[in-house]
């Protein structure tokens, strides 16, 4: 259990099952009444960003229901108060107080109501984090991952202090605080990484074939990605990887998640999501351009990840508006 008590005019003290974190804040002036959902298209979130940056975070006490929706930044959140029901994938989730829980881009999701507090981190990870690594991070822990203290005991303190880390640079409106939050984010980032590749790891022969495979399938996922848009085959990716189709097929859904055609699949509409949004593209030449053999496959697999046609996907999209401060 977490407590969080006032023990000076800046600090607050964590208490996590017996640990004790201590994490400086400057002590601000929250606008806790300010709507999560500001702008909601079908299940589609456009998320308004704090002006001249690709950040949203709140401090939410809200007790409202948030319908299913996705949106294209990371989610991070972290009740402080009380129990936060979650459902995302067919699943729904208690988080605990203190409980960090970190939903992938373009994940369907639905919030619950329920009194108390929280801290939401909503961070655009393209442009900011163009890095190829970030996306093999998130491969490992596709589609959500919930990090507790049972789970995770040697990254969990380190990712809650980050957490709270985040919210306080908010806060501080500090010179460079943009680039500080991506920062502890991306730090986040690895802590999670490393620690899943690790379980991948024990889970792949022995220890010095490991770092081996790791290595070998976080390149076949970049693979993956620079190719996803071609007639690219299961056979042709375990050539790739060294390994019969039936042996990859295997170490592939360890390693990632999930089976290797719906990956292909996830990041075939990731593509056509900013094909899409751009007018000037027909919905067929972005099926096309994306890999899709037909207008029927590329639509119903569409609506299975997004819950709406690559048409009505197109209409609610417009440009990020930057003029709304959830602060």
């Keep these: ?15 996590i099952d017996s640990r004790t974190i201590i994490s400086e804040f400057f002590w601000w002036d929250v606008r806790r009444d300010a709507a999560m959902i500001e702008t909601l298209n079908g299940t589609h979130e456009t998320v308004n960003y704090r002006e001249n940056t690709n ?6 006490t809200q007790f409202e229901d948030y319908p299913t929706h996705w949106h294209s930044p990371i989610e991070i959140i972290m009740p402080v108060q009380n129990n936060y029901r979650i459902e995302y994938c067919d699943q729904t989730l208690s988080l605990r107080e203190g409980d960090v829980m970190i939903l992938c881009p373009g994940v369907l999701h639905h919030l619950f109501p329920a009194e108390g507090r929280r801290y939401i981190i909503q961070a655009e ?26 789970q995770f005991p040697d990254i969990y303190p380190k990712i809650a202090d980050l957490v709270t880390g985040i919210m306080k640079e908010y806060s501080s ?24 590749a690790e379980m991948v790891n024990r889970l792949i022969y022995d220890d010095t ?6 290595e070998k399938f976080m390149a076949v996922c970049r ?44 990041k075939r509409i990731a593509k056509a999501e900013k094909y899409l949004a751009d007018p000037t593209q027909s919905v067929a030449a972005v099926a ?15 609506k299975i990840l997004k819950g709406c046609t690559p048409s009505e996907f197109r209409k609610m999209y417009r440009p990020t508006s930057r003029n709304l401060e959830p602060w």
Excluded: W
Aim: aromatic share 14%.
């Design 1 to 15: 259990m977490i407590t969080v008590s006032k023990v000076s005019h800046h600090t607050y003290l964590h208490v």
């Design 55 to 60: 950040l949203r975070i709140y401090d939410n």
């Design 125 to 150: 990870i393209n442009p900011a984090l163009n890095l190829r690594e970030v996306d093999s991070i998130l491969t490992l822990f596709y589609p959500a991952l919930l990090v507790t203290p049972e």
């Design 173 to 196: 409106g500090a010179p460079f605080f943009e680039a500080s939050i991506y920062a502890m984010l991306t730090r986040i980032l690895v802590l999670i990484g490393r620690t899943q």
């Design 209 to 214: 074939r490991q770092r081996q495979y790791v």
């Design 223 to 266: 693979f993956i990605d620079e190719h996803c848009t071609e007639d690219l085959t299961l056979d042709e990716a375990a050539a790739y990887a060294g390994f019969s189709k039936y042996h990859f097929t295997r170490l592939f859904r360890q390693f990632a998640g999930t089976t290797f055609s719906h990956y292909m699949n996830q």
């Design 288 to 302: 096309m351009s994306c890999g899709f053999s037909s207008m029927s496959s590329f639509i119903r697999m569409f």
